[in-house]
Every structure is written in C-alpha cells, then in structure tokens.
C-alpha cells in the first residue's frame, strides 16, 4: 500500500521569508510525486511532479521541490513566499508501472503574515 | 470545456435520500476518477474510470455508492439511502491519457460537489 505524510496540519511564515512544507511517503516501488494546491471553494491544481532525474523540480509560482530517496520525503520549498501563496498544499504519490491511483496527504494550510 | 465542472456545488440531502453528483470531464479526457474529500482531510479515492471502463472501485465505501460513465465522458456519482458520514466534498478529477501509460499523468480538478446529510 502507498501513503503519504504531511506532519504539519499548519505553517505559518513571514510574507518574503523562505517557506517549506513537508512530505514524506511509504510506497513498495519507484514513485511519482506530486504537489497540488487547493485555493477556497476551488479545486486542486496542480504544482508540480517528479518522475524521474533531477531530484530538484521546478514548478509553478516559483514552488519547487526535492525528492530524497533516503529519506522518502519530497518537501515543496519557496524562496520567498508572497501573501497569495497562502492556500491548503496537498502532496500525493503514484506508483511506475501501468494503472496506479494517486494517493493524496492530509494537506498542509500555509498562512503567509504580511 | 475548458475545465472539468460538477454539479451541482452544494448538495443538502435528508438521511435516507438518494443523490446523484455530476461531472463534465475535460473533452477528450480518457481517464476520471472520483475522490472524497472529508472536512479537514485530503482527498480519499473512490473509483476510477478509462473511458467508458470503471476499471477500480475499490475506495467506493459502501453497496450504497454507485458511479458510471456510460459514454466515456460525462460521469454521474450516485449515493444511496444517504447517511450523515457521507457528508463530504466529492471531487471529479480528469487526465489526458490513461494510466495505463503512465502513473505520472498530472489530474485536473473540479471545485467539487458538497453534499451535506442532516
């Protein structure tokens, strides 16, 4: 079975500060992962992915994010957040290999302080 | 369309009704699926369709949920004898291609359908 942990029901961070959110993930395979936003009274969108490669991914909105094996996590980082970044962040996880349903965290709320 | 759209947005049911959610998936879109989202959680499966192929139901929690997608486009989510546990946001989700080609196929979401069961 596949999983995914999002530790932090919440982060808050000061508006141009750097900012993380984090993920980790329990999968018996080779993963894709994902991150998507959710703004109120919207659906998901989607962030960004890996799938394989780089460990670093870049994304939308200046959002990237590095996958580390090691340590089966795939935390989103932003340089400098924005007062609009502030939304429910969701990291989810697939598995290679023909049909593999998305498994979707808990969801992180980051709450960007003017 | 241009994006995937459900209907209707707000659902309030008495226990023991039957509702039907709809979901107008992008055209051309060949898979859907369906997630519940509770309050304060993340978005749980329940079903998963290739065109006109459910091909998993596994997450559907209960004989009482039902889904189809008769045509390989329009998808309907029916529940049956509603109960208070359901209460949630039902989110339709669609991807270009089927996952038979790739796990890593990016999903776009409606804003969801929120059905509350007094």
């Known amino acids: 079975a596949q999983s995914v942990a999002q530790p932090e029901d919440q982060v808050n961070v000061a508006e141009g500060n750097p900012l993380t959110v984090k993920c980790t993930y329990s999968?018996?395979?080779?993963?894709?992962l994902f991150w998507y936003v959710q703004y109120p009274n919207r659906g998901l969108q989607f962030l960004l992915k890996?799938?394989?490669?780089?460990?670093l991914v870049k994304g939308s909105y200046g959002f990237e994010a590095e996958f580390n094996k090691s340590q089966t996590s795939f935390h989103l980082k932003k340089p400098s957040a924005l007062v609009s970044d502030s939304a429910l962040y969701f990291c989810?996880?697939?598995?290679?290999?023909?049909?593999?349903?998305?498994?979707f965290g808990t969801g992180t709320k980051l709450q960007v302080i003017p | 369309g241009a994006g995937v759209s459900q209907s209707p947005r707000y659902k309030v049911a008495k226990r023991g009704q039957d509702v039907a959610l709809r979901c107008d998936p992008i055209?051309?879109?060949?898979?859907l699926f369906w997630y519940q989202q509770a309050l304060g959680q993340g978005p749980e499966f329940l079903t998963y369709?290739?065109?006109?192929?459910?091909?998993?139901k596994s997450g559907l929690p209960s004989d009482r949920f039902f889904a189809e997608r008769p045509e390989g486009s329009v998808s309907t989510l029916k529940i049956q004898r509603t109960q208070q546990e359901d209460s949630a946001v039902y989110l339709c989700?669609?991807?270009?291609?089927?996952?038979?080609?790739?796990?890593?196929?990016?999903?776009?979401f409606g804003a969801g359908s929120r059905l509350t069961v007094l």
């Open positions: 890996y799938i394989t490669g780089d460990n």
């Open positions: 999968v018996s395979g080779n993963p894709y």
């Open positions: 369709f290739q065109n006109e192929a459910q091909l998993d």
């Open positions: 989810a996880v697939s598995l290679r290999g023909g049909y593999q349903k998305v498994t």
């Open positions: 989700a669609s991807s270009l291609v089927g996952l038979d080609f790739s796990g890593a196929n990016v999903l776009t």
């Open positions: 055209s051309g879109h060949v898979s």
